[in-house]
């Protein structure tokens, strides 16, 4: 299956760089995400991803994070290198 360069960072695999282009988040969480560092233009690491695919951990501004498919898959953005 190809992959394209818009993706969620649920759909990330281990190694993938992804720059943020869009949160569909709200209240609380997004606040919270925004101040950790996941805001439009950042890039973020895919550390790695649990075997059943939740939790996964993530890096963005030399902060290590875990995010459940519930946040993850509300972030939005584009692939610019595949681990």
């Given at each position: 299956m190809a ?81």
């Amino acid at each position: 299956m190809a992959r394209t360069n818009k993706l969620t960072l649920f759909d990330g695999v281990k190694g993938d760089l992804i720059k943020i282009s869009t949160l569909r988040l709200e209240g609380i969480m997004r606040r919270r995400l925004l101040d950790l560092g996941f805001v439009p233009g950042a890039i973020v690491e895919v550390l790695r991803k649990s075997p059943l695919g939740d939790p996964i951990a993530f890096r963005v501004s030399s902060t290590s994070i875990a995010l459940r498919k519930e946040e993850s898959i509300r972030i939005e953005g584009e692939l610019i290198n595949h681990g």
